[in-house]
């Protein structure tokens, strides 16, 4: 399910010449029914509005006078969002005559022609208002205060998210507040500007279109509806970038695969990024820390305590927090159980809620392996979107292939990748567009296959941060210390036991391997760092009687290392 909230207008919208129809409260009744939040967004006063609408309990907030107030019908409690209007402001349009007019908690309203009054009152009175028309009304409100403005507020006491509102209006004051929703719908008497810019241009005027929204709502159609200015940005298909790639945010399975060290990691980072940015809820399940500095992430879970279900599900009850759960501290063995027990709490928040909006799932192939033969989920909308990350895409479950329309394939060898995932689907692999290498982007209802490049991120994150310091890097990954005649062989298995392990061999072994470059080689080629590789190659070249300490200074500048390291090895039962 995509939309959770049903935000109407009110004038000209639910109701006409101010009454709503008997029906049209009963289709009302039934979105409530249906789990569904009711919001009423109106440019009305409080009072102007009880008196005409009996039925304000059917919703579960009101947002009066153009975004200035909110009330809770339950608690009968009103909440201005903004300061009250200036005195002076209301005593002078009433010494000239303005008629009606109207004075809220936050809002004072007149109509044309009164409006030339309006504005030379508040440039003379020097006053920072805003005025806001709505078909001959004229409301005066502090600045940033609109229907957009309103909403917001009534979704944070609400926990939801702006991504799961679909919202119906019909005048000019309607815009931001349709442009706000994840879907923006406007009746058929809309203002010609309104009908032109939403997304749902609705067949039938006032609580008749309202109807025909509610009737596409319940049935599921509308989330079916194409909302094209959502949808993320991914790459481009040419070098000049006049041709973009994009996916929808809702309902999408994505694969991203490729070779380690292919770039997966990059274009990951760089779609969680836009989401992020664009208020998208995002659940990284990351078992190895390969996302612990994500920026403007949560991160839950470390190398010595394990995240729990229950604090990434408390965390995530706020839609505008998104997280990472970081499993590295979680045994090898335990991770997919963990992950079976996460995924169906996570879809039980989103059916509530709404949120999350897209779950990333890290190294998919351990924790979905190819011999599970269900998933927890049997949609991928059960959670909205669903990328997950892998080397061996044939190495997943056929349960969770079912849940993938696209593909994107990283490395030099593209086709291999997407031929594997083809063989996987019991299909033969596409056509790939174009010439060179690179990656491709498969839409699996599709025969071919298109070439692009990705839309970097607009910030570059440290690979592995946290794993390569404190977590536990695998043995073909991990550094041996064995001095010059092989006599050692002792594991770093992350920085922080490398330096540990460094202060206490002997001076031969600490030389024989800093001669031979090997510290600097192991820094660029199995962390793929190379910034600090070059910082270490500089020490190796120099061989200064102090080349631990410069060589374990430089880590630290780099890397936080913990006071104390983890204790667990995945390379062991215990």
């Known amino acids: 399910m995509r939309y959770h909230v049903l935000a109407c207008d009110y004038d000209d919208t639910l109701a006409t010449l101010g009454q709503v129809d008997e029906h049209t409260v009963k289709t009302l009744e039934r979105v409530s029914r249906s789990g569904r939040k009711l919001l009423l967004v109106t440019g ?151 009908r032109r810019q939403c997304d749902l241009p609705l067949d039938h005027d006032a609580g008749k279109g309202v109807e025909q929204l509610a009737s596409l709502l319940l049935s599921g159609e509308l989330d079916e509806v194409v909302v094209a200015r959502h949808d993320v940005l991914v790459g481009h298909e040419n070098e000049q970038g006049d041709e973009e790639v994009r996916l929808s945010p809702y309902g999408t399975g994505l694969v991203v695969a490729g070779p380690s060290g292919s770039g997966k990691s990059t274009a990951t980072t760089a779609l969680i990024e836009r989401l992020v940015e664009d208020d998208y809820q995002c659940v990284v399940i990351d078992p190895e820390g390969d996302y612990a500095e994500f920026p403007d992430v949560a991160v839950l879970g470390e190398p010595d305590r394990p995240p729990s279900v229950e604090e990434v599900l408390r965390l995530l009850e706020s839609p505008e927090r998104s997280a990472v759960v970081n499993m590295i501290g979680l045994p090898l063995r335990d991770r997919p159980a963990f992950f079976t027990e996460l995924l169906p709490r996570l879809t039980a928040l989103r059916a509530r809620l709404g949120h999350p909006h897209w779950v990333v799932v890290d190294e998919a192939h351990h924790l979905m392996p190819a011999e599970l033969q269900e998933v927890p989920i049997k949609d991928v909308g059960e959670v909205g979107s669903m990328l997950m990350i892998t080397v061996h895409p044939e190495a997943l479950s056929p349960a969770a292939l079912t849940l993938v329309d696209s593909v994107i394939a990283v490395g030099p060898e593209p086709g291999s990748t997407l031929s594997a995932f083809a063989g996987a689907l019991g299909r033969s692999a596409p056509d790939i567009e174009g010439d060179g290498d690179g990656i491709v982007l498969w839409r699996t209802a599709a025969d071919t296959a298109q ?124």
């Open 44 to 194: 009305r006063e409080l009072d102007d509005l009880l008196t005409v609408f009996p039925h304000t309990d059917l919703f579960d907030l009101v947002v009066a006078e153009n975004g200035g107030l909110l009330y809770d019908p339950g608690q009968r409690s009103r909440d201005p969002l903004a300061d009250a209007p200036p005195a002076e402001l209301v005593e002078r349009l009433r010494a000239q005559g303005a008629t009606p007019l109207g004075v809220g908690a936050v809002v004072v309203a007149t109509r044309e022609p009164y409006d030339a009054q309006v504005h030379e009152a508040i440039r003379e009175l020097g006053l920072e208002l805003q005025v806001v028309r709505n078909k001959g009304a004229v409301m005066v409100l502090p600045p940033g205060v609109n229907k957009a403005s309103g909403l917001a507020a009534a979704l944070v006491r609400l926990q939801m998210s702006r991504h799961n509102v679909v919202a119906v209006g019909d005048a000019e004051n309607d815009h931001a507040f349709l442009t706000a929703a994840e879907c923006g719908a406007a009746v058929a008497n809309a203002v010609p500007a309104l």
């Open 451 to 574: 070439r692009m490049r990705i839309a970097p991120a607009r910030q570059q994150r440290t690979r592995h941060r946290r794993k390569y310091a404190a977590g536990t890097m695998s043995k073909d990954k991990s550094f041996y210390f064995t001095g010059p005649e092989e006599r050692l062989r002792l594991r770093a298995r992350n920085l922080h036991t490398f330096v540990e392990l460094a202060e206490g061999v002997d001076d031969g072994t600490w030389t024989h391997h800093l001669r031979q470059g090997d510290y600097s080689s192991w820094i660029r080629d199995k962390l793929g760092d190379d910034e600090l590789a070059d910082e270490v190659a500089a020490v190796e070249r120099d061989e200064p009687d102090d080349s631990l300490r410069q060589v374990a200074e430089l880590i630290e500048q780099r890397y936080t290392l913990p006071a104390e390291p983890t204790t667990y090895d995945p390379d062991h039962d215990d």
